[in-house]
């Protein structure tokens, strides 16, 4: 297959993975052209710096695609709005990040006439099946390489080999944590952490205050939302970045969003992954507030298990598949009359409910109040309890009977 590839596009991050991949997949490619390709959804990373390091590397061209607005849109916003959360705490900050970055490898290889596309994705991890479900479904012709599945480099002590022998620049920096960071999350694996019974330290956290550092007096935020949207924060109007940096500072210094999970991989092993997620927290729990008021018993309750599936389908790279979309289009339908403000309290990593408004709030106060009211007949309700309970009575009456 080698001798057919003559041009890759490669998933790009400037780190030393993907530095080494570029000189390889040219030596191992039969001197293939290597197109890198860094998606800036918010990392964090020094862009000027990737495209020298890049080129110095051995790529022809790179291409820094700012998607941190398509992000939030497209991905983050529908999984909020689902309310998807994967085994109950991971917020899925780097799974729906790489079916986007996937599309954009996409594009820019049809764009190059590109015959591969290459990501620095392990064998071990679940990155790999994200990013090559999405070519999969979106260019299924093009072929893929996973240098980690390929070569024989099996350390970061023999990949800095492999980097100095090839001239290939290294960063000093020696990271004690493997970290994934975006706009929405930053992830902490390995190390210390790779033992569960390990509390994670304070040092670790590059985002969140830890919780006993923060101040001694609760925080309160507004947040607004128009259809499940986020919208604003504490009255104003803000775009989806603005609204998300806004949060994650507020969140930050408050302690809120650190989470400690040993989840279960896709391919099958357990890991343990501490994530810093303040403003991706906040949201969730303002949005659930929202639809506590604005959704009927029947429709919250389908929409809880909806999620399950929705966030799984998230976690496990299958964005664009026909369950997902059919997924976001009920989800969709349940979110018309989300709209409304959240008011929080934030108080040393903890996040507590101090009021929510809906002008599509199913809440009557006429109804439920516990004073004198005009419109319910609470003796409607012997009726309901004996037709209600029907099933339960026959079967009481059939067990005496067999009983005696």
Not at 137 to 166: C, T, V
Request: charged share 25%; glycine share 8%; net charge negative.
């Amino acid at each position: 297959m080698a001798d057919k590839i003559k041009k890759v596009v490669l998933a790009y991050s400037g780190g030393l993975d993907t530095s080494v991949i570029i000189p390889w997949l040219k030596e191992n490619y039969d001197g293939c052209e290597v197109i890198a390709v860094c998606a800036d959804v918010g990392q964090g990373d020094e862009l000027d710096v990737v495209h020298d390091k890049a080129l110095k590397s051995g790529a022809s061209k790179i291409y820094i695609e700012d998607i941190k607005q398509e992000f939030l849109e497209e991905y983050v916003w529908p999984t909020l709005k689902a309310g998807a959360v994967y085994e109950e705490k991971y917020l899925l900050g780097t799974s729906f990040a790489r079916p986007l970055i996937a599309k954009k490898l996409v594009e820019i290889a049809k764009k190059e006439g590109a015959d591969a596309i290459a990501h620095g994705a392990t064998g071990k991890g679940n990155d790999q099946v994200r990013f090559e479900l999405t070519v999969k479904a979106l260019a299924p012709h093009i072929k893929l390489i996973a240098p980690w599945r390929e070569w024989d480099l099996d350390s970061r002590s023999s990949e800095i080999e492999y980097a100095k022998k090839h001239g290939i620049p290294i960063a000093t920096e020696n990271k004690t944590y493997s970290m994934d960071r975006n706009i929405w999350h930053l992830s902490h694996e390995g190390s210390d952490l790779e033992d569960p019974a390990n509390e994670p330290h304070n040092s670790m956290f590059l985002i969140s205050k830890a919780p006993e550092d923060a101040a001694d007096k609760p925080e309160y935020v507004t947040v607004d939302f128009e259809k499940g949207i986020p919208v604003g924060v504490n009255g104003k109007k803000l775009g989806a970045v603005e609204l998300l940096t806004e949060l994650n500072e507020i969140g930050a210094r408050n302690g809120v969003g650190i989470v400690d999970i040993c989840e279960n991989r896709l391919v099958g092993m357990k890991s343990r992954g501490v994530y810093e997620n303040p403003g991706g927290s906040i949201l969730y729990y303002a949005h659930r507030e929202l639809e506590y008021l604005c959704l009927d018993r029947m429709t919250f309750h389908f929409k809880q298990q909806a999620a399950i599936r929705f966030g799984e389908l998230v976690y496990d790279g299958m964005w664009f598949c026909q369950l997902r979309e059919a997924l976001s289009a009920f989800v969709d339908s349940t979110q018309q009359t989300v709209t409304g403000s959240v008011k929080l309290k934030l108080y040393k990593g903890n996040i507590i409910s101090a009021g929510s408004k809906s002008q599509y709030s199913l809440y009557s106060k006429e109804f439920v109040t516990f004073e004198h009211d005009d419109v319910y007949n609470q003796a409607d309700a012997t009726g309901f309890i004996n037709l209600f309970g029907l099933p339960l009575e026959v079967r009481a009456l059939m067990q005496e009977k067999t009983q005696k």
